[in-house]
């Protein structure tokens, strides 16, 4: 598959915004749709958004978080952006992006790699 990898995660007070990026490691991801999920232990993995090449014609979000979460693609620079805003607490997790998104659960840890940590006080 190929392999994703994110950044841009971080410690923010409640309300607070981040941006998450998401990028190809030594491949391109093309026209994959791609897509975010989030896992903290103790809650399931949740699918919040994905998004195919073409934008808009290919977009999801889980309830959970439309309103204020987006995302986005470049293109051009090959990278997926998840812009998340008006955070609380129960927003904190381990976010992680993947190619084809598949369902919850699927693959190993290596499948998912380190994902970044989005910390909210």
């Known amino acids: 598959h190929v392999q994703l990898v994110e950044s841009g995660g971080g410690s923010v007070q409640a309300g607070g915004s981040l941006i998450l990026s998401c990028t190809a490691s030594g491949s391109s991801f093309g026209d994959s749709v791609v897509g975010w999920y989030r896992q903290a232990p103790g809650n399931e993995c949740e699918m919040l958004a994905f998004i195919g090449r073409e934008g808009t014609r290919n977009l999801y979000y889980a309830d959970s978080v439309k309103g204020r979460f987006t995302i986005s693609r470049d293109n051009a620079r090959e990278t997926v952006y998840l812009q998340m805003t008006s955070l609380q607490s129960e927003d904190t997790a381990t976010y992680y992006c993947?190619?084809?998104?598949?369902?919850?659960?699927?693959?190993?840890?290596?499948?998912w790699g380190q994902g970044t940590q989005v910390t909210v006080s």
């Open positions: 993947l190619a084809d998104p598949p369902p919850c659960g699927y693959g190993t840890s290596n499948y």
